[in-house]
T-cell receptor
């Protein structure tokens, strides 16, 4: 089954404790991206990747890091999480930026 | 940053009514996508419109792309409770590779 898998689904952590949210896709997609979704602000792109070892900032990259060492994986790293990074995060993949994006189930992160 | 403005932000209607939601921008987009998101899930693609003036139908849903490729609309005929959800438009424009989303229209269809 074609899918994008994110883990974990739910995470509560404390300020400053490094964390990684994993994302994996099995569709051989070139383009992957991370979004955060907040009430009243919609889906905002954090980082995207056009291919292996090619990543670029989206609209809200501050406080986040990503890597694309393999085509199928695109982890999101929060080196020092802060409460304003409490949000619902989605990973997505597609063949290209303007083709159908497949989204993961989301990760609800709470930073206290 | 290319912005997509969606309206209305919220819409609550009775089953059987018709409705239209809008997605507008001052920028030109090479294509626009419409997604629906249900609570606790990621967005799912409904349709992609590519050509200015294009109209696509998906059962009771009709999507239109503006002639200038700056705006789009979604019309639902005889809405049903199963249509309830957050409707999002998204597009890639210019020479960048960012997929930009509008803030969405939260539709509630009451039985």
């Amino acid at each position: 089954e074609a899918q994008v898998t994110q883990n974990p689904r739910y995470l509560i952590t404390v300020t400053g404790k490094k964390l990684t949210v994993t994302c994996s896709q099995n569709m051989n997609h070139e383009y992957m991206s991370w979004y955060r979704q907040d009430p009243g602000l919609g889906l905002r792109q954090i980082y995207y990747s056009m291919n292996v070892e090619v990543t670029d900032k989206g609209d809200v990259p501050e406080g986040y890091k990503v890597s694309r060492k393999e085509k199928r994986n695109f982890p999101l790293i929060l080196e020092s999480p802060s409460p304003n990074q409490t949000s619902l995060y989605f990973c997505a993949s597609s063949f290209a930026p303007n083709t159908e994006a497949f989204f993961g189930q989301g990760t609800r992160l709470t930073v206290v | 940053t290319q912005l997509l403005e969606q309206s209305p932000q919220f819409l609550s209607i009775q089953e059987g009514e018709n409705l239209t939601v809008y997605c507008n921008s001052s920028s030109v987009f090479s294509s626009l996508q419409w997604y629906r998101q249900e609570p606790g899930e990621g967005p799912v693609l409904l349709v992609t419109v590519v050509t200015g003036g294009e109209v696509k139908k998906l059962k009771r849903l009709t999507f239109q792309f503006g002639d200038a490729r700056k705006d789009s609309s979604l019309h639902i005929t005889a809405a049903q409770p199963g249509d309830t959800g957050l409707y999002l438009c998204a597009g890639v424009g210019g020479s960048n590779y960012k997929l930009t989303f509008g803030k969405g229209t939260l539709l509630t269809v009451n039985p």
